[in-house]
């Protein structure tokens, strides 16, 4: 008989795979890791577009975190406050490291003679420990950000240097997070933690490449043995090494010359690649251990006998791989593509390689073998198999995706390490963020370049936003742009609360614009500002709970718009003037706990001028009269003295002229007009001073008459004299303000629904696949013990409590075209004999064999377990279980399914 066209081509071919190993294999020296984490969310879902575009363009994905706690003592004492400065200077002049933000260097504004002056929190000059702990301790910004409650714990904020999007797995990120560790390391004596995004991809890279190191060589290791054993030949398992060495060398060599990364889920390709080759091998192996004469001939044979189930079986596999394609991550949809032709790559090696190589091999190398048969003893009745698919196909609907998407890493991770300590020492490592971008629907004619952020309006309804998700029970903290807006209108003279007017918010906003400290917190143009909250250690659950109460509190700006509405003077109008009492109302409800009738306040006021109000006025008066910002000179200081202030707090206008003439003859006799000038001036500074000392009486109708009891609502209780309000509706200035919720939680909740569909839409393609490709080799019948597989499966994996994740997700394809792989070859040993029992015999001469080369995959994908990322665990646990379920469901149904006569 003519050589089979392989044999014939032999020396060809492995002429030609020398050729390729030259060019492909170098490849394996440049591989990469991808260590975008988030890669593996849906990019086409809502939630995530939205998170994408809020982390550009607030820059909350540069932000590495680092956590410090002390040997001995706190973090308050002198020793300690130097070396977290000298830290944060050291971390600062890495390169890739745009600044470092401590509790020492917190900016701190002061209003000085020469202006306003930004000053560290604690200077270096600060030598004072005491002063130091109530300086750092009393600041809003640092406690429970920077510096724990206690100050025995701090943290430093590390903005790096943005990087384009998929240049974070380069060298220059990952070199410039190392860096940060070794500098943490050799300058802290204490406990160190790094956390945040960046060190986050880059433990998972780190964890990925690892296991590529650490599981390849026990992969191997576990697939020599199984194989010897099986074939009961160490030549023959030295020949199945090669044939899997090439396979995974060819892949991974590919690779790096292609360009192509790893990431978390395809860094266990070369563990699958072994496996799955070196089943390949095994058949081919045994096969031509069986054949009689020379290696040409045995190898003919082989190939005569084996081509058509092993080429099955490897283009089912694939195909199973392939249906991974309609997953909607990017990297799962990369995986199942690589790993389906990595399967071809590996079958084309197997029938066309091994042969080849099998054909040139000296004639005592590897001997033949009489197969014996090992009848498989026991097989459970139909009837019982069919309750086994049932429970667990109901069992499968109980799988459920797990939205923590920090469960991807092992308790001892750095990743979850850092998490601890944050949620131990700061309150939560779980934060939600709500984005508020604000536009003026057409430019001010008063002021066309003023920016979103310093409407007052807005600013208020940050505050207030931010107070209703703080009463949100799970919410630990609620920072927003509002706290430095506020310490900063105070330090530039104002109120400390939201700025009085529109000029003064665009005058406070001049000084945050583009500070690295405020970054996260708004954007440079003041177009959008960001409100982070902070959540308790919780479950995943209780995280989607806080998320939705969340989002029913934006409902308010469901429409997208709002109005800037006057309240006082000639436009003013009565229902914005009623909602801003209304609203005063419940922001004073929630400030001291207790109900408050703003309307009762708006006609309070102090039946006396208090001894500090009447001082302010002499003030302003003498600044009318005798200083650089009067309109007048020489005015006798006899003459001013004699103005009573309490008489200057009612009139104005032309009473207050003509008080002014009557009080300072001098002036009325040598500068007439400048009466009026000074009335016109004074006037309006005076108001400014009764707007300040208004609240006292306000105060007093609450019952806190004491000064330091009234201090923290003085602000809010100043706002029921704002000129402006918000409305929904009405004339005013028009704005388009958005707000989105995005987060940890709400992107795990997208990504859990992600995998949930994308489980059974690959599943179903993944059926559909395999029915069509076994339709068409008339081989439709091994489809119904791989349907029984799956059903099994994905059951033992709802029993043993394993989330639906990226390795779960991808269990259900492979392990249907495990249990087609294996019912074909029973399939067509039963084809080759007669009689109603054929299928049996099938099973008796090569079940057990079937049965072995499936403990040996499942061996090789149990080593998975070892892996220090979850995914993986959970992938080498459920194709363990898949494989061995796919190799029962196959020896126990081929017998009922090749019943009668031959077909």
Known sequence: MRDHVVVRARWAILAALVALCAWILPGAMHVREDNDVLAFLPGDHPEVVSFRE??????????????????????????????????????????????????????????????????????????????????????????????????????LLVFLLPQAHGDGEGPGRSHTLQQIRDVVAAGWQGESHVGGGPFVEDAAARSSRSDVNRLSPIVIGVLVLVSALLLGSVTAAGLNLILTGLGVGLVMGAHGRFGEPLTIVSSSLPVMMVALGGAFGVHILAGFQRQQGSSRERANATLRELWLPVVLSGVTTAVAFFALVVMPQV????????????????????????????????????????????????????????????????????????????????????????????????GGSTFLQVAVEVSHAAPDPENPDRKGLAEPTVLREIRDLGERIKAVPGVVDV??????????????????????????????????????????????????????????????AEQLRVAAEVRTLLERHASGQMRVVKTRGAAASQAAHAQQIAEVGEHLTRLTGRPVDAQALTGAAAKEPSPALLAAVAQVR???????????EGVPRSEIDAIDPASLIVPRGPALEALLREKLPTLAAKDAEGVGFVAKHLGPWIDEVLEKFV????????????????????????????????????????????????GQPVIGAAFAESETRSLFESTLVSVIGL?????????????????????????????????????????????????????????????????????QRAVDEIGVVTLISALQLACAFAVLLASELAPLREFGIGLAIGLVGAALGA???VPWLYRGRPV
Not at 332 to 354: D, E, H, K, W
């Open 54 to 155: 809020i982390a550009d363009r607030f820059g909350v994905l540069e932000i590495a975190l680092v956590g410090l706690h002390p040997a001995d003592g706190d973090m308050l004492s002198l020793a300690r406050v130097d070396e977290v400065r000298e830290l944060s200077r050291v971390i600062g002049e890495l390169p890739g490291v745009r600044m470092v933000l401590s509790f020492t260097d917190l900016p701190d504004p002061k209003v000085t003679e020469e202006g306003l002056e930004v000053a560290a929190l604690v200077p270096p000059d600060l030598r004072d420990e005491a002063k130091i702990r109530e300086k750092v301790l009393a600041s809003t910004d640092a406690v429970g950000n920077l510096i724990s409650r206690d100050g025995k714990a701090s943290a």
């Open 331 to 426: 990297p799962m949809q990369r995986f199942g593509v690589i790993a389906g032709t990595g399967v071809l790559l590996l079958l084309l090696l197997a029938l066309g390689v091994l042969p080849a190589l099998l054909a040139v091999l000296p004639e005592n190398l590897l001997k033949p073998r009489t197969e014996r048969a090992m009848p498989m003893r026991g097989r459970p009745p139909l009837w019982l198999m069919a309750i086994l698919a049932v429970g667990g196909a109901a069992g499968a609907t109980q799988l459920r995706a797990d939205p923590d998407m920090t469960a991807v890493f092992s308790a001892e991770s750095e990743p979850i390490q850092s998490n601890n300590f944050f949620n131990a020492h700061f």
């Open 479 to 540: 920072r927003s742009v509002v706290e430095p807006v506020m310490l900063l209108n105070e330090a530039l003279g104002g109120r400390r609360g939201i700025p009085e007017t529109p000029g003064r918010a665009g005058r406070v906003l001049t000084y945050l614009q583009g500070h690295p400290a405020v970054a996260q917190l708004m954007t440079a143009d003041g177009g959008g500002a960001l409100i982070h909250i902070k959540l308790a250690p919780m479950s995943g």
């Open 622 to 632: 003498d600044r009318a009269l005798d200083s650089e910002d009067s309109p007048v």
């Open 695 to 742: 609240v006292e009486g306000r105060c007093a109708a609450l019952g806190l008459s004491d000064a330091k009891a009234c201090a923290p609502i003085e602000s809010s209780l100043s706002e029921l004299d704002d000129d402006e309000w918000r409305m929904a509706t009405g004339e005013g200035r028009a704005l388009n303000l958005q707000t989105r919720l995005t």
């Open 771 to 839: 029915a069509l490709t076994l339709l068409v080799a008339r081989q439709l019948r091994a489809l119904i013990p791989a349907l029984w597989t799956l059903c099994v499966t994905m059951g033992l994996l709802a029993l043993l409590g394993l989330p639906i994740s990226v390795g779960t997700s991808m269990i259900s394809c492979i392990a249907i075209g495990a249990g087609v792989d294996f019912a074909i070859h029973l399939g067509f040993r039963a084809r080759s004999f007669s009689g109603p029992d054929r299928g």
């Open 891 to 893: 020896c126990w149904l």
